[in-house]
């Protein structure tokens, strides 16, 4: 879900102990689906939607590997191994806070630290692990991220049946280019090139054919389902549906992207002014809501381009649009048999230079390929904040447009549906560290490890820091929230952070997005993060900054920025640049095999 971002669905009517169907999406905006305000078309998810409970206030990282590892673990991405995106710590080049921007936080000091590693460490026991002992059967099809190596497979942290994207993102239709003569793949685009996926065990050496990824895992999950039934295995299930989509590069079947011909022509601030209204009027968010300026100043604004430009940055949403909706289907085409085998009576749903050259050389971007495997766009930041409306950014920044996410859930009937009827929407906080917990619970569970003292296999492992939703479900009140007022949850991201307590929350973005300083917001009255009232309260300021400081302690951040913590100026790098994670020497282990 900001990573990573979609939802999360239980499903669970026949037997004792519910099902689970987890849905993410990668890289989807807030308003992107139909029944968060948005023009695409997803009636699948609309229906889950207007039959379940839809969440304003639900948060995820500001990136994708670590808001799965939160997932996977409920607790912080830092203590989990996935403290930074494994790719951006490898690189400092890759920690840019803009594209083209040449300033970046160096990233020498995460490599090789607790927390760093860049799979699921052993500090952790896995969500899947937890449920396979119980009796669950666990599979999953999709986009894993959190581990490349054979021993870092999904078949090693509690899944029995798996078919797994393992690096950031790749070609969706799995296409290689040939490289010519002594040609070599722009180091950014390494972890895109080759489509690495794995099967239970094994990498998986030739995709099947005909392939486009959200199609692919539909039909292996679908796949999965109906051979538990066909073998009349009695077991609950726990089926995780992660997709790559709508992550760049955007591919997307023609027939889907003719869905969508013309309608992005006026452009990305005239769609975010339509999905901002539809929002007021489905009840996300207030009539006087005021909405943080776009912020885009190293691209053109929309009336500065030429009319080719223009028809290559409208095509290149509609693109995106089709993505979105091929997920939808693929989840329909799930859903659907769910429901004929009479297994989603109640269900809950988790919705996370040398570049261009070689595109120019491998690639077709020629208007009328854009969508299609050999070619290789993505639609910047004003599309992307038009997406994130009211709120201030995009992923991989800590405000609320990089942190929230749309998230819907249908609960079973057992455990109520927050005292909302049908079609409801509720503000209170949550995180995606709050599943896991909420899973548990609802499978009669229990984790190992309550107070941080237990152990799992014989290795100790820390306690999840999530919470459980089933009380705030089960005993509803006006008044009843998911975590208690003084809850702390804190981000962390590049050089980027944030801390919530309440209504407050301070933010910490480097220029040239940010000022480089903690800024202080109300988001009970500012949710755009407009207002900084740092200034007119000190004191208040003061306080969250100490609460940084404390998560950071608690979760072994090692902050980038000077300002976030100059404790760890002195810090020597733990390992040299570009050796730390060896993705080719992955590939050749795939190769060789």
Known sequence: ???????????????????????????????????????????????LAHNGLRFTDFHAAAACSPSRAMLMTGTDHHIAGLGNLIEWTNRSDQNAPSEGEAKYWSTAPQRGMPGYEGYLNEKVVALPELLRDAGYVTMMAGKWHLGLTPERFPSQRGFEKSFAHLPACSNHYGYEPQLEGQDQIPGFMTMSFIALHSEDDKYVKELPKPWYSSNGYGDKMLGYLKERKEKHDERPFFAYYPFTAPH????????????????????????????????????????????????ADEVKTWAAMTSEEKAKSSKAMEVFAAMVECIDHNVGKVVDYLEETGELGQYLRVLHGSMIQHLQRYYDNRLENLGRGNSFIWYGPRWAQAATAPSRLYKAFTTEGGVRVPFLAKFPLAFGNGGQKKGGITSAFSTVMDLAPTILEMAGVSHPSPDGKGSYEGRPVVSMRGRSMVPFLTYPSSTRTIHPADFIHGWETCGRAAVRCGD???????????PEKWQLYNLARDPGEIHDLAAADPERLGRMVKMWDRYVLETGVVPLAPALGEWMEAMEAQMEEDVWVSFTSCIGLWLSV
């Not at 006026?266 to 300026?293: F, I, N, S, W």
Request: glycine fraction near 8%; hydrophobic fraction near 35%.
């Open 248 to 295: 760049w590069p955007l591919q997307a079947p023609d027939e889907y992207i003719a869905h969508y011909k013309g309608v992005y022509d006026e452009g990305p601030d005239v769609l975010r002014e339509k999905r901002l209204q539809r929002m007021k009027e489905l009840g996300l968010c207030a009539e006087d809501v005021e909405p943080h300026p776009v912020v």
């Open 1 to 47: 879900m900001s990573e990573s971002k979609a939802s999360s669905a239980t499903a669970g009517a026949g037997p004792k102990r519910p099902n689970f169907l987890v849905i993410v999406a990668d890289d989807l905006g807030f308003s992107d689906l139909s029944c968060f305000g948005g023009e695409i078309r997803t009636p699948n998810l609309d229906k």
């Open 504 to 514: 407050y929350k301070i933010v910490f973005i480097p220029a040239p997005k940010g």
